[in-house]
């Protein structure tokens, strides 16, 4: 009885043993992180930051001066070419223009009193001419015929050029008489206006901006500015899509327009401005807004695609050769790990285009859905149940 006694305290302590060895090989096996594998697109993009305009807009000025007599126009009116955007008083430039009429007038009726004095010039040198002949005066009186008939002549030339003067004198009053009315000079909406009733306006060399107008804005563009590390790979007619704060759940789509070759330096960086066309049709998108814009540099449609971390991962007793290289390689050799009964496995990949998460595979023995090792969780062992004089072992690395 001792004996069987004694061999069932021999077998415990020896399961217990073992129990404890089992837990303490279980508690510290390495546990990992892991991401699925997944079918959709690959995006390789360029990002920038830019600007809402109009496609055109023109800055509506006076070019004469005045004091504003009324508004056709406030801020976002529609507008036409016949639309009266403002009215300068006109009674200042009327008045010239009336004054400038008189002053024709009278060179024109200067013009016909020197053409009678000349009518009588003539007839009086034809008379001394006759005289002259049959030698009935003197040669002196002659000659003082002719001069006075060239005097004449020499005065209509002048009173004739005063009559154009004068006219070319009213043309211009008449002109800044009409320039008192100010017209759209496009179809369009008035995003500024700078001008109230009564204000004073005054032409210079500078004329100043009463309105702006837009286009019609069913349409815009996007001045984006792009970093010189990513231009090479911007070009017209280059697919994009960009985002507004205003509507941050709606993605927009664009297209290069065009790549400006002007550059543009601040605190030595260097960018370049790059112009998208865009539809607005339903007119959210507004002047000045900030847009998010997102260059479609390539895409691969429906392939597998796995996180990068998943390429960066290798465990700690992988050989150093055995690495796969992550990164932004358009197509290379990698490598991936597994959950295997024994620990993790290697599947060797082909890798494609990466958007700087996700990398395309090209080639590999993946199915969608299936797990990937992206990481270590951390070490799940039981401190109750491991030796705290065991030297740490290693559990993985990634790059």
Same mark, same amino acid.
Request: zero cysteines.
């Given at each position: 009885?001792?004996? #069987? ?8 302590? !020896? +399961? ?30 360029? @990002? ?30 529609? #507008?036409?070419?016949?639309? #009266?955007?403002? /009215? ?40 001394? /001419? ?14 003082? !015929? ?21 006219? !070319? ?10 320039? *008192? @009315? ?5 179809? +369009?909406?008035?995003? =500024? ?31 984006? =500015? ?21 509507? %941050? ?21 260097? @960018?370049? *401005? ?35 971390? !998943? ?16 990164? %932004?390689?358009?197509?290379?050799? +990698? ?15 082909? *890798? ?9 595979? &090209? ?17 799940? &062992? ?18």
């Amino acid at each position: 009885m001792k004996k #069987v006694l004694l061999l069932v305290v021999v077998l415990a302590a !020896a +399961g217990g043993v073992a129990w404890w060895f089992w837990k303490r090989e279980k508690a510290s096996a390495p546990q990992y992180r892991t991401a699925m594998v997944q079918r959709g697109d690959v995006l390789v993009a360029v @990002t920038a930051t830019g600007t809402i305009q109009p496609l055109g807009q023109v800055q509506v000025g006076t070019q004469v001066s005045g004091t504003i007599e009324s508004l056709g126009a406030d801020w976002n009116s529609a #507008v036409t070419t016949k639309t #009266v955007l403002a /009215q300068i008083d006109p009674a200042p430039l009327q008045a010239r223009a009336d004054q400038d009429r008189a002053n024709l007038a009278r060179a024109e009726a200067d013009v016909e009193r020197v053409q009678a004095a000349l009518t009588q010039a003539e007839n009086d040198l034809k008379r001394a /001419q006759e005289l002259a002949a049959q030698k009935l005066i003197p040669p002196s009186e002659y000659d003082a !015929a002719v001069a006075t008939r060239d005097s004449q002549v020499a005065q209509m030339k002048v009173a004739r050029a005063g009559v154009e003067q004068s006219r !070319a004198t009213l043309r211009v009053s008449e002109l800044n008489l009409k320039y *008192t @009315t100010i017209y759209s000079p496009i179809d +369009g909406i008035v995003i =500024s206006r700078n001008v109230d009733v009564g204000q004073t306006v005054a032409a210079s060399l500078s004329a100043p901006t009463l309105f702006v107008i837009a286009e019609n804005l069913k349409s815009i563009q996007v001045q984006a =500015s792009v970093a010189e590390a990513d231009i090479g790979r911007i070009f017209a007619g280059q697919d994009a899509m960009f985002t507004v704060d205003a509507y %941050r759940e709606r993605r927009f789509r664009a297209k290069v327009v065009q790549v400006r070759l002007q550059p543009t330096t601040v605190q030595n960086v260097v @960018t370049y *401005t790059v112009i998208l066309g865009a539809e607005n049709k339903d007119e959210k998108l507004l002047p000045g807004m900030t847009a998010n814009v997102t260059f479609e540099v390539e895409t691969a449609k429906d392939v597998l695609k796995v996180p990068n971390a !998943a390429l960066r991962f290798v465990p700690a007793d992988a050989p150093p050769a055995a690495e796969a290289a992550g990164g %932004r390689r358009r197509e290379a050799k +990698g490598r991936v790990w597994v959950k295997g009964p024994a620990g993790p496995v290697a599947v060797e990949i082909e *890798t494609g285009v990466t958007d700087g998460s996700f990398t395309a595979v &090209k080639k590999g023995e993946l199915t969608d859905g299936q797990e990937v090792i992206t990481g270590l969780a951390g070490d799940a &062992k039981d401190p109750a149940m491991s030796n705290p004089f065991a030297p740490t072992r290693g559990m993985g690395r990634g790059r």
